[in-house]
């Protein structure tokens, strides 16, 4: 079966980062589209994008983009009783650590982050790119790879996205969905923990798999053939059960 897959990006970079991709799963026979960030706080843009989604089978977020994936399921299925297969890379449900959730960004950090942000947000900009890449051999390379892909954003966008990463919070969103979802981590990730895998795990949730995998946490940017090796294999594994 060849499926209908939209693709949401991370934050920061814009849409192109993905498209390797989204030319990896192509080359599947899938069909797929990919998306930027949204503002999900804003009820107006949130149901654009859940009219959106309702038209594919599989919706896959990277980073910000898989909560922002798990809004949307959540959406449609509270909606229309409908269950998209969701799949989230790099992604961890709630950014910004708290007291339940404590496998994430360090309050201080985040703020720290966005106080750069709003001072020189330029440099800021440049710095994340290099944590996305950070933790392997091929840092300096897979740097030069994601620059080469990165498209400028408007400032209010990523003003958003902030906004989303230091709130969004999806974890009873996952705990309680009843479709199928699927988690792919990486061990040298400097941006979000390996260790949410087995956080999620302990979740329970009864359609819930997770996968960690070696690199960093650009890899569904500069392993595109492996990132779509991953999506592909779990949705066959689906198909057939």
Same mark, same amino acid.
């Given at each position: ?6 693709? #949401? ?6 849409? +192109?980062?993905?498209?390797? !991709? ?33 038209? &594919? ?22 909606? &229309? ?5 969701? #799949? ?48 392997? !051999? ?14 400028? +954003?408007?400032? +209010? !966008? ?32 400097? !941006? ?14 009864? &359609? ?21 090796? +991953? #999506?592909?294999? &779990? ?7």
């Amino acid at each position: 079966m060849n499926f209908s897959i939209l693709l #949401i990006t991370g934050w920061g970079g814009g849409t +192109q980062l993905l498209h390797p !991709l989204q030319q990896a799963l192509e080359n599947h026979a899938h069909r797929v589209e990919v998306i930027n960030i949204f503002d999900a706080f804003d009820a107006a843009v949130l149901q654009q994008n859940v009219a959106l989604a309702r038209a &594919y089978d599989v919706i896959v977020g990277w980073s910000l983009g898989g909560q922002l994936a798990a809004v949307l399921v959540n959406e449609i299925e509270k909606k &229309y009783a409908e269950h998209k297969i969701l #799949i989230t890379l790099a992604s961890n449900p709630c950014f910004v650590a708290n007291d339940f959730w404590p496998h994430a960004m360090p309050v201080a950090t985040f703020k720290a982050f966005k106080q750069s942000f709003e001072h020189d947000a330029i440099s800021t900009l440049k710095r994340f790119g290099y944590m996305v890449c950070q933790g392997v !051999l091929s840092t300096k390379t897979d740097l030069l790879i994601l620059q080469s892909l990165i498209q400028p +954003q408007q400032i +209010q !966008l990523l003003q958003q996205g902030l906004v989303l990463l230091e709130n969004l919070n999806v974890v009873d969103i996952l705990k309680n969905y009843s479709g199928q979802q699927y988690h792919l981590f990486a061990m040298q990730d400097a !941006l979000v923990p390996h260790q949410v895998s087995h956080d999620l795990q302990n979740l329970a949730a009864k &359609y819930l798999n997770t996968d960690t995998i070696l690199g960093a946490h650009a890899f569904p940017v500069t392993q595109p053939l492996m990132s779509s090796d +991953q #999506i592909c294999q &779990y949705l066959r594994k689906i198909q057939s059960s």
